[in-house]
């Protein structure tokens, strides 16, 4: 059974930084495109990163280019997204997600019913 676990939130101020990190089992790892989501209270999730197969090619939405880094380590099953100069704004509940089919660039529009999904973790950033 697959399984994604997230870890690495939590609470920091404004300007601080994150690693958050994604273990992926029960799926070959290699094969997946890899994607990283928020939700923040009252708002729709959003894409924020993905990157395919070999963390080559990396897709990122504008209000995280340049402070947020997306990355894999295919050994280790695991995807990270590191996150520096954070703001209040980036406060939500961070997911990652794995899919098959879809490449780094359409996996950004990824549904909750598709593909495979962690249970989050939240990150808070204080101002």
């Known amino acids: 059974q697959v399984q994604l676990v997230e870890s690495g939130g939590g609470l920091v101020q404004a300007g601080g930084s994150l690693r958050l990190s994604c273990a992926a089992s029960g799926l070959t790892f290699s094969s997946y495109t890899m994607g990283w989501f928020r939700q923040a209270p009252g708002k729709e999730r959003e894409f924020v990163a993905t990157t395919d197969w070999s963390g080559g090619s990396r897709y990122y939405a504008d209000s995280v280019k340049g402070r947020f880094a997306i990355s894999r380590d295919n050994a280790k099953n695991t995807a990270y997204l590191q996150m520096n100069s954070l703001k209040p704004e980036d406060s939500a509940v961070y997911y990652c997600?794995?899919?098959?089919?879809?490449?780094?660039?359409?996996?950004?529009?990824?549904?909750?019913?598709?593909?495979?999904w962690g249970q989050g973790t939240q990150v808070t950033v204080s101002s």
């Open positions: 997600a794995a899919d098959h089919a879809r490449s780094y660039f359409t996996i950004r529009t990824l549904s909750p019913r598709e593909g495979y």
